[in-house]
């Protein structure tokens, strides 16, 4: 889980969650772990575009040299 993710002792890694239209309230989920400070960056698409798109949305957000998806 991203919890987990934001718990290890790894050095500081920014957590970048899309979402691309999903209707299974991962947008209130996601905007409730940014609010509390558990994920850097959430983007929301609204529109269905597979896993493609969502990788280059979130890419435009990523700050380090290294991406993990």
Not at 23 to 48: K, N, P, T, W, Y
Request: glycine residues 14%; aromatic residues 2%.
């Amino acid at each position: 889980s991203v919890v987990s993710l934001r718990e290890q002792n790894i050095g500081r890694v920014q957590i970048v969650i899309v979402d691309d239209g999903s209707i299974d309230g991962m947008r209130r989920e996601c905007a409730r772990l940014q609010r509390e400070g558990v994920i850097d960056v959430f983007v929301s698409s609204g529109l269905r575009g597979g896993k493609s798109a969502s990788l280059n949305l979130g890419l435009r957000h990523c700050t380090g040299d290294i991406v993990v998806s």
